[in-house]
């Protein structure tokens, strides 16, 4: 196999790892409160997440090694943003409190389930996918408007207020669906 063919098929791959490795730049910028780099490499990092799910689907590039990677970079990622953005004042404790709690049930959950002898083997449920939408949509507009200049007084503050519990509800939702759907066999795809 000549170098340009290795570098293509591990070319998913190297983007996930960048990504990844954009998350501790992303916190410098967020504890700088350089509100418009933390913008702009938090949707570099959406871009390249896209990027790279892209080339391994088309390309049929696909790896266990990116099978890992890809979501491990993801919730890095935002995990490290909520909390960066806790730490300067942007956001309550609960809120990434509650995110937290929830990745880390389901995480509990499938090591439990593992040493039990019965591995969760669960799809990934349509509740789970408008969550992370939903806040990576909401930590963007967080840092974007933050980079723009637009606070978090009046109206913004009650809109952010609102959409934060909103994301909390949506996301103890998405861990009650996850739950249901382990227990029933990963049948069902809610």
């Known amino acids: 196999m000549t170098l340009p063919t ?3 098929r591990a070319l998913p791959n190297l983007i996930t790892a960048a990504r990844l490795a954009l998350v501790p730049v992303v916190v410098a910028a967020i504890a700088r409160e350089a509100w418009g780099a933390a913008f702009l490499l938090f949707a570099l990092a959406g ?5 790279d799910g892209f080339l391994a689907r088309r390309y049929a590039l696909a790896t266990r090694l990116g099978a890992i990677l890809d979501p491990l970079a993801d919730k890095a990622l935002m995990l490290a943003v909520l909390v960066s953005l806790t730490l300067v ?18 995480v509990l959950a499938a090591g439990l389930a593992r040493l039990a002898g ?7 449920l ?5 969550n992370t939408a939903c806040q990576i949509a909401f930590l963007a507009w967080l840092l974007g408007s933050r980079a723009l ?5 009046g109206a913004e ?5 609102v959409a934060m519990a909103a994301l909390a509800g949506l996301s103890v939702a998405s861990a009650v669906a996850q739950g249901v759907s382990a227990m029933r066999g ?5």
């Open 126 to 130: 349509l509740v789970g996918k408008l």
């Open 6 to 8: 290795v570098l293509f």
């Open 118 to 124: 019965r591995p969760l083997a669960t799809p990934p």
């Open 47 to 51: 871009i390249s997440d896209g990027i």
């Open 89 to 106: 004042g942007l956001v309550p404790a609960w809120f990434p409190a509650v995110l937290i709690a929830r990745d880390a049930l389901v």
């Open 149 to 153: 200049g637009i606070g978090a007084a």
């Open 186 to 190: 990963g049948a069902a795809a809610v």
């Open 157 to 161: 503050g009650v809109a952010e207020a």
